[in-house]
């Protein structure tokens, strides 16, 4: 005889808070409808499933095995209908992302729009977190896509990672500043004033850390942390318009302050100096229609900027 799924999710809410009354407050039905559920399963089975006692209900042997396997057997229920959705489409799906500092300010940003533009039904939740949030929160399939520095994510056996294009990453100072009454400075000459921006991690870490303008967290170069911390492209552009402090950024995200001389761009460069931004999600998880077409969005945006800011010869100082 087939076991009902409601009388699984009905045992397994028991087991869980360990109280018919709580239970069923959580299920929303009245206490008499769950103990017909769960009397009804044990007669299906032919064995206990829950030993009741005046302080509450515990899971017999019996009852921990179907616990355990009623957990697998709903979270395939519910991967089920999720793929079913899935055919749904973008018009009325939804999409969660979640994306590190500085990534969602310019690129994701554009992304979104031209999501929303398209496709006006779509739902999405765009979170700013950690890159290690970033990480966790795909893992444990909080949001459906993750968008961050992918530096050493190759170790993460159940992520996928799909690089986006590289763009270069550019210094830049207030007007007045020392640096502007150099000619062409060098990058060593630049790196002699505080930084002020997101963590750094991978090779950006390590040309950061080896001119000794911050911190390493962890004892390596995958985490570097500036003088000044902070998670915002516009904060950190008032700080360093403010301050002799630099704020790295990439041409988009320094456009405007340039364009209205509230910033100066440094002619200086390195090969690390470029970001290594990538899309990452669960590898064996299929993913949405909205997911698809916002990865293709993206990418393309990048594309397009990298194309409209890329200098034809780079000069590395």
């Given at each position: 005889?087939a076991i009902?799924?409601?009388?699984?999710?009905?045992?397994?809410a028991?087991?869980?808070h360990?109280?018919?009354?709580?239970?069923?407050?959580?299920?929303?039905?009245?206490?008499?409808?769950?103990?017909?559920?769960?009397?009804?399963?044990?007669?299906?089975?032919?064995?206990?499933?829950f030993?009741?006692?005046?302080?509450?209900?515990?899971?017999?042997p019996?009852?921990?095995?179907?616990?355990e396997?009623?957990?697998?057997?709903?979270?395939?229920?519910?991967?089920?209908?999720?793929?079913?959705a899935?055919?749904?489409?973008?018009?009325?799906?939804?999409?969660?992302?979640?994306?590190?500092?500085?990534?969602?300010?310019?690129?994701?940003?554009?992304?979104?729009?031209?999501?929303?533009?398209?496709?006006?039904?779509?739902?999405?939740?765009?979170?700013?977190?950690?890159?290690?949030?970033?990480?966790?929160?795909?893992?444990?399939?909080?949001?459906?896509?993750?968008?961050?520095?992918?530096?050493?994510?190759?170790?993460?056996v159940?992520?996928?990672?799909e690089?986006?294009p590289?763009?270069?990453?550019?210094?830049s100072?207030?007007?007045?500043?020392?640096?502007?009454?150099?000619v062409?400075?060098?990058?060593?000459?630049?790196?002699?004033?505080?930084?002020?921006?997101?963590?750094?991690?991978?090779?950006?870490?390590a040309?950061?850390?080896?001119?000794?303008?911050?911190e390493?967290?962890?004892?390596?170069?995958?985490?570097?942390?500036?003088?000044?911390?902070v998670?915002?492209?516009?904060?950190?552009?008032?700080?360093a318009?403010e301050?002799?402090?630099?704020?790295?950024?990439?041409?988009?995200m320094?456009?405007d302050?340039?364009?209205?001389?509230?910033?100066?761009?440094?002619?200086?460069?390195?090969?690390?100096?470029?970001?290594?931004?990538?899309?990452?999600?669960?590898?064996?998880?299929?993913?949405?229609?909205?997911a698809?077409a916002?990865?293709?969005?993206?990418?393309?945006?990048?594309?397009?900027?990298?194309?409209?800011?890329?200098p034809?010869?780079?000069?590395?100082?």
């Amino acid at each position: 005889m087939a076991i009902e799924l409601r009388l699984i999710r009905h045992a397994i809410a028991v087991g869980q808070h360990g109280n018919f009354a709580r239970a069923a407050e959580t299920l929303h039905l009245t206490q008499p409808s769950l103990s017909r559920s769960i009397a009804s399963l044990e007669d299906q089975l032919g064995v206990p499933l829950f030993d009741r006692t005046p302080k509450g209900v515990t899971p017999t042997p019996f009852g921990r095995v179907l616990l355990e396997r009623g957990e697998t057997v709903l979270r395939r229920e519910a991967d089920l209908r999720r793929e079913i959705a899935l055919l749904a489409g973008l018009e009325t799906g939804s999409l969660v992302i979640s994306a590190a500092p500085y990534m969602d300010e310019v690129l994701i940003a554009r992304a979104i729009g031209r999501m929303a533009a398209a496709h006006p039904k779509l739902r999405i939740d765009c979170r700013s977190v950690h890159p290690f949030e970033v990480l966790r929160q795909v893992l444990a399939e909080e949001a459906e896509l993750g968008v961050a520095n992918v530096h050493g994510l190759h170790r993460e056996v159940r992520i996928a990672v799909e690089p986006l294009p590289s763009r270069r990453v550019y210094l830049s100072c207030r007007p007045g500043h020392p640096l502007t009454r150099i000619v062409n400075p060098t990058l060593a000459q630049a790196l002699q004033f505080p930084l002020v921006t997101t963590r750094l991690r991978g090779e950006q870490a390590a040309l950061a850390a080896s001119r000794g303008l911050g911190e390493l967290s962890g004892g390596g170069v995958d985490d570097f942390v500036p003088p000044v911390l902070v998670n915002s492209v516009a904060l950190a552009r008032v700080i360093a318009q403010e301050s002799d402090m630099l704020v790295p950024g990439t041409a988009a995200m320094l456009a405007d302050d340039l364009a209205h001389g509230r910033l100066v761009r440094l002619n200086c460069t390195a090969p690390a100096m470029r970001t290594n931004d990538g899309m990452l999600y669960l590898r064996d998880r299929c993913l949405s229609p909205a997911a698809r077409a916002f990865i293709a969005t993206l990418r393309q945006i990048g594309a397009q900027e990298q194309a409209a800011h890329e200098p034809s010869a780079e000069v590395t100082a």
